[in-house]
């Protein structure tokens, strides 16, 4: 059973060190993504309103190692980490 559809006192909150490099490496990925986004709105490269993320990396991380192929999600609002660890 997937940890985001276990009951609380299941959840594993020492995960091993594959997982835990899974999460960095994401948390990385997001983070440089949304650094590069960032740059290029700075540069009037990117037009309109910039909803950054950053900072809040961790999110998108447990969300997507958590996340399952058949799972829904739906974000709007600063919604990039989420698209990009869904593989967009």
């Known amino acids: 059973m997937s940890q985001a559809h276990a009951s609380p006192a299941s959840v594993d909150s020492n995960p091993d060190p594959a997982t ?9 990925e997001v983070r440089l993504v949304e650094k590069r986004a960032y740059d290029l709105f ?3 490269l990117i037009k309109g309103t910039s909803h950054l993320a ?3 990396e961790a999110i998108a ?4 190692v958590d ?7 739906f974000c709007t609002y ?3 980490a989420h698209t990009l660890v869904r593989g967009a």
């Open 67 to 73: 996340l399952r192929s058949n799972d829904n999600s």
């Open 20 to 28: 835990r490099l899974k999460l960095y490496r994401t948390m990385l």
């Open 78 to 80: 600063r919604g990039h």
């Open 61 to 64: 991380a447990g969300f997507g």
């Open 42 to 44: 700075m540069q009037n």
């Open 54 to 56: 950053l900072g809040q």
